[in-house]
Nanobody, 120 residues
Framework: QVQLVESGGGLVQPGGSVRLSCAAS????????MSWYRQAPGKKREFVAK????????NYADSVKGRFTISRDNAKNTVYLQMNSLNDEDTAVYLC?????????????WGQGTQVTVSS
């Protein structure tokens, strides 16, 4: 069955960094656009970043541009999110998602999420 398993979250100090991973199985990973979303308490789920099947193109939300980097390793069926210069507004559950196409609005497969808390 399809699985997306995120890891790497935790408690991080303001200004710190963390790297999230999302391991995929059960579907042709290299054929899917991969993305990261986040959801803070009491807020709607929001787009963070996405990466093309080959990794050749990426797209970021304005709020994370220049601080976060999405990457993927198709040999390992894994997508990553490197998060730098974190602040308390980055506190959220981070979820990875698989999209069929770059233009897709709907995520086909979701992970369960990993909590990132930015606090001193």
């Amino acid at each position: 069955q399809v699985q997306l398993v995120e890891s790497g979250g935790g408690l991080v100090q303001p200004g710190g960094s963390v790297r999230l991973s999302c391991a995929a199985s059960g579907f042709p990973f290299s054929s899917y656009v991969m993305s990261w979303y986040r959801q803070a308490p009491g807020k709607k789920r929001e787009f963070v970043a996405k990466i093309l099947t080959t990794g050749a193109s990426t797209n970021y939300a304005d709020s994370v541009k220049g601080r976060f980097t999405i990457s993927r390793d198709n040999a390992k069926n894994t997508v990553y999110l490197q998060m730098n210069s974190l602040n308390d507004e980055d506190t959220a559950v981070y979820l990875c998602g698989a999209l069929r196409r770059w233009s897709s609005r709907d995520v086909t497969y979701w992970g369960q999420g990993t909590q990132v808390t930015v606090s001193s």
